[in-house]
């Protein structure tokens, strides 16, 4: 989550008003934010927004006009910084203007402001791409501010929002990098290249004399903000750069700016020049830029107005033009009733329309027929959070405050308990433990090489999922086996005493078509025997103890497992063998490791493997179902929640009525139950004392002693035949409880009794060695 430090002078100044902090927080958390910390520092004037060293702001008092004698001279003050979390995707919240701007709005003290086009009807500025850039970074979009007022305080803020962006969208320059220039000191049309090092050569940004790039990137590589960002492009044949009509140089994206364009506050019509490798992140910059500070642009006439824009060309090597940024608002149409439903409120749509103007978002009723509600919501350039309609949800329940909605209990009750295929892979984890092999934990990623080349299986790279921007060349794909993990875990433990059994139960990942995301997860168990023989019989006998446990007997008849001879280039030839399971399931491998193998992993010892799933096709098959199933289900709630209101008045009046039978027939119970208890009492009470002491009966057993006391209660004599009324009550209620029960319709089907569906994967073991395998 981004952090902003904002001097409290600059927010009451923009605010319009004096907040205590105490005020200030509570609007804060009414809008969503939190307010981090309060802190004090000593600060010079003018002085920038944020105390971090960064090179745009290192450089920001110089450029403002101040020698360091006068910043020397000038006179400090300890000033109150207020810190701001906010959300990493509300760019427009990343400086005191974007910030400043929303809260007013959402106290209704303002209106959302209007971002016009200003310009002849033509574009007077142009950029023209080059080929030999596309290669590198094929993107640029382009905007220029037109009558520029900044003072110190917005002249810092422009340059603090271009370092959170960098830090935050742009992925630290290598998807985007911001470029703002004074547009009076170059001429268009200007040209987005690439250059030879050697060849490319200017005066960089508070530099005294002119470098060519190869000199910079020796250069920057002493400096510590500058550093990170060299490796983007300092292995490009080729470097960016932007030139004017005249051949100066604006910058070197996504490094550093020319020295000869730099912004001052004397600064008054300024060109922002985005590159980019990614178009949609480019014009979301672009857009959050000239929304934050066109509101200090003037076009210098007596009808003087703000928020205007002046348009760049862009030009592609096809010829094809286009013009950025795009100032219009996007059109999105949502449901009451459907935000309603997500949210738990009963809003009505003028309600909800107040709500959203309230987090700048211009919208109005669109159709009020019988059985549909809808708002049409404009969604101005700053909101490039909101995407879909639970976004839209998201802004209505802020402003009409979290606080202030109304808790539910579900309406759906369930018990919490293990994932059936965890608990089956934890009772694995003990008995494979209890066996003398020692688990290991290892990364979930790994080389290209780790599972293919080392493998000896090139053809394993098509069924991997890649990671499009690895950080290092060990975590480039999602592991496909478990294999790599294990050898390297051996590698790192070669110097331990012999013999060495490890084991990894856990998940790879395999590309499935069929899935939503394109691929799915498998649960497997790798294990491996190192010595200085290959001790094939040790790991076949794990795999004979594991089926033990999946109560998986030995047989070929399709019932059961067996191994059988195959071919595999990761195993030593006639040293593999495919494991067979019931319905000639393929369920892995196990053998000796071929020994290219094992040198590959740095190793020299010989090593046998056992590789298989516990999650079988069935398995699989039953879990592809429930979420089938259970997609479907939420479709239909869906459904329902769109219903009109009419059906849902129905659906709640049906409702009611089966709680009030429900009711009713419960009340009917405890009468009845009451009756019977009170009519069984009397009865008891009435005949003890006719019979008390007198034989009722002859039992056609002797009881047995601990029973003698009841059967024989009160009565004279040794014959313990004799059965007293007290017995025979017992004897009788045990009878006639039931066939009351049946008259009263309380006791259960004779079908419901005999039901006794077990659980999908069988019942709870009592112990790791006691369940079933998932077949």
Known sequence: MPVIGIKKSVIDRYMGKVYTQKEFENLLFDYGLELDEVCMKSLLIPDLID???????????????????????????????????????????????????????????????????????????????????????????????????????????????????HQNICRKRTLVAIGTHDLDTVQGPFYYGAEKPADLRFRPLNRTMEYTAKEMMALYSEDSHLKPYLPIIIDKERYPVIRDKNGTVLSMPPIINGEHSKIQLSTRNILIEVTAIDLEKAKIVLNTIVSMFSQYTSNGTENDTSFLVEPVEVI????????????????????????NGRIGLNLKAEE??????????????????????????????????????????????????????????????????????????????????AAGWTETLNFALCSRDDISVKLRKPD???????????????????????????????????????????????????????ADVGARNERRLCALYCSKSSGFEIIHGLLNRVMQLLRVKWARDGTGYYIAACDDPTYLDGRC???????????????????????????????????????????????????????????????????DRTAKRKIDREEERLKATNRDMSMFKMKSMLAIGFAFTALLSTFSSIFEGRVVAKLP??????????????????????????????????TLRQNLQKMLGFAPSRAMNRQSQPNLFGAAPSSANNFSYLR
């Open 51 to 165: 105390a971090k060293h960064t090179s745009e702001k290192a450089a920001a008092q110089k450029e403002q006009g101040l020698t360091k004698g006068e910043m020397d001279m000038s006179k400090s003050c300890d000033e109150e910084i207020y810190k701001i979390e906010l959300p990493a995707n509300r760019y427009d919240l990343l400086c005191i203007e974007g910030l400043s701007r929303a809260l007013r709005i959402f106290r209704n003290e303002i209106k959302p402001p209007t971002y016009r086009r200003y310009g002849p009807s033509h574009c007077r500025h142009q950029i023209i791409i080059k080929p030999e850039v596309l290669s590198i970074r094929p993107f640029v979009v382009g905007a220029v501010l037109v009558g520029v007022k900044l003072d110190a305080d917005s002249y810092a803020s422009l340059i603090d929002l271009q370092d959170k962006l």
């Open 316 to 339: 592609s090597i096809d010829g094809t033009k286009c013009e950025y940024p795009d100032l219009s608002d996007r059109s999105m149409v949502v449901s009451v009733e459907s935000i």
């Open 352 to 433: 909800m329309c107040s709500l959203l103007n309230r987090m700048s978002l211009r919208t109005q009723v669109r159709s009020k027929e019988k059985n549909q509600n809808l708002l049409e919501v404009r969604v101005p350039i700053t909101r490039a959070d909101i995407l879909h309609e639970c976004d839209v949800a998201e802004d209505v329940a802020i402003a009409y405050g979290f606080n202030r909605i109304e808790q539910q209990f579900p309406e759906a009750y369930t018990t919490g308990e293990s994932f059936p295929l965890n608990k089956l892979a934890d009772l694995l984890r003990y008995d494979v433990a």
């Open 460 to 514: 394993n790279l098509k069924h991997a999922v890649k990671i499009s921007n690895p950080k290092t060349s060990e975590f480039q794909v999602a592991r496909t086996s478990l294999l790599p993990g294990l050898l390297k875990a051996l590698a790192s433990n070669k110097d331990m005493p012999l013999p060495l059994r490890l084991f990894e139960i856990q998940d790879v990942v395999l590309k499935d078509l069929s």
């Open 577 to 643: 063998a495919e494991i067979i399971g019931p319905a000639e399931i393929s369920l892995g491998r196990v053998g000796v490791l071929h020994p290219d193998v094992i040198t590959a992993f740095g190793l020299a010892l010989p090593i046998s493997i056992m590789d298989i799933t516990i999650e079988p096709e069935q398995y699989k098959r039953l879990k592809n179902e429930m979420e089938r199933k259970t997609k479907k289900l939420e479709r239909k709630k869906e459904t329902t929640a769109e219903a």
């Open 701 to 734: 057993f002797t009881p047995i002693s601990w029973i003698q006391g009841f059967s024989h209660r009160n009565l004279i004599g040794d014959d313990y035949t004799d059965c007293s009324f007290i017995f025979l009550y017992i004897l009788c209620t045990m």
